[in-house]
């Protein structure tokens, strides 16, 4: 999957195309050039929209005998409005991080990556409440999240398996 926040532009300018045609990149709005800079906050998303990590639904693109794909960029509309400040993609979900130190999620939480209140598998961004209100980074792993505070706290969660959490 592929997840840009802030939208540049539908046109890409060549550095950006060439790191859509690598299959996934992340762009934050430090990177792009000023006249690609929006004026308004938003997260486009598109590509294998498989266990809803894509954040958007439903998808007009869906083919049946395949999973759900965007082939458009689309807005991410659960987190319309917020600026993003960082996007990280795992294997099946996505976590989404905004200026203001709020985490959201979405996609497969099956061994618990979205936190343990989510369902198994959430297509539409929320909020993941177990967390406090002033992270400023996270990193959706294969199956887990990792997510660091102002104060320096790092919460894990998700599958650990393999001791992928640290938690020995």
């Given at each position: ?5 802030p939208p540049s532009a539908l046109r890409l300018p060549p550095p950006m195309l060439r ?150």
């Open positions: 999957s592929l997840l840009i926040s790191a859509v045609l690598a299959r996934q990149a992340i762009f934050r709005r430090a990177s792009a050039p000023r006249k690609f800079r929006p004026r308004f906050h938003s997260t486009l998303a598109w590509g294998d929209g498989d266990h809803g990590r894509l954040g958007v639904f439903p998808l007009p693109d869906l083919d049946s005998t395949r999973s759900p794909v965007s082939f458009h960029p689309r807005v991410v509309d659960a987190i319309a409005g917020l600026e993003v400040a960082q996007v990280s993609c795992g294997s099946t979900h996505t976590l989404f991080l905004t200026a203001a130190g709020d985490v959201f999620g979405c996609g497969s939480a099956a061994d618990g990556q979205l936190g343990a209140a989510a369902a198994l598998e959430e297509p539409e961004p929320f909020r993941i409440e177990e967390l406090p209100r002033n992270c400023t980074h996270v990193a959706a792993g294969a199956s887990h999240s990792l997510v660091l505070t102002a104060a320096g706290d790092v919460f894990v969660f998700g599958d650990n398996k393999l001791g992928q959490l640290g938690l020995g």
